[in-house]
């Protein structure tokens, strides 16, 4: 049986961030690592700079500026706002110039992002794809749907049941004296509506 400490090693959990501040701090590795101690810091990667751009998507009110990125990986729970709060507060920066993701919120940064870069193409007024869509609605739809009706057919299957030796095949005849009293009975007059009610005659005003 596996004991509380290997349950919890097992169970264990990592929340890993991408910290990206504006400007260059190649030695902000060490002052991270010290600000996050207390949501004990497994892990920091090496910096890493991105060349410097005129704009930038994650600090858009910076121009002509780099942004220096490193990923860190912490064994305690912890957000990516209380993250941003300590990291801003070490390397005495403004919360403008700091973005903490997680890695959730950075697969979900990558979609919404992902048709930033200009095509060249002007999309209005431009004609949609001409496609009449006949595979979905039209005669060509109808005469496939008939076609793969017409592939199976449903016929009903007989299933003979476990008594059916015992019962009769044709209704029974009755016999016998009791069959004589129905048959006479049905052939008597039945007292209501069988005989017309004969209606009194009036009498005459002078009439005795």
């Given at each position: ?5 290997e ?6 959990q ?17 002052k991270?690592?010290h ?49 941003r709060n ?28 992902q048709?930033?870069?200009k ?11 001409k496609?009449?869509?006949?595979d979905?609605?039209g005669?060509k ?33 009755e ?8 048959e ?8 209501v509506?069988s005989k ?13």
């Amino acid at each position: 049986m596996k004991s509380f400490k290997e349950y919890l090693i097992e169970s264990k959990q990592t929340y890993e961030f991408k910290i990206k501040i504006a400007g260059d701090h190649e030695s902000c590795a060490e002052k991270i690592k010290h600000a996050l101690a207390q949501y004990e810091v497994e892990s920091v990667s090496d910096v890493k700079r991105t060349p410097i751009q005129e704009t930038h998507v994650d600090f858009p009110e910076h121009t002509n500026t780099n942004v220096t990125i490193c990923d860190i990986v912490c064994g305690y729970p912890v957000t990516s706002l209380q993250v941003r709060n300590l990291v801003a507060e070490a390397l005495n920066l403004t919360h403008m110039c700091v973005k903490v993701r997680n890695l959730k919120e950075q697969e979900e940064d990558a979609i919404n992002h992902q048709f930033d870069e200009k095509s060249g193409k002007a999309l209005l007024g431009a004609d949609y794809e001409k496609e009449n869509n006949q595979d979905l609605v039209g005669e060509k739809q109808k005469m496939k749907l008939l076609k793969e009706l017409n592939k199976t057919k449903h016929t009903g299957e007989q299933y003979k049941g476990v008594n059916d030796k015992l019962l009769a095949k044709k209704a029974p005849i009755e016999k016998g004296p009791a069959a004589k009293n129905f048959e006479s009975a049905s052939k008597s007059v039945s007292p209501v509506g069988s005989k017309q009610v004969k209606l009194p005659q009036a009498k005459t005003a002078g009439g005795q």
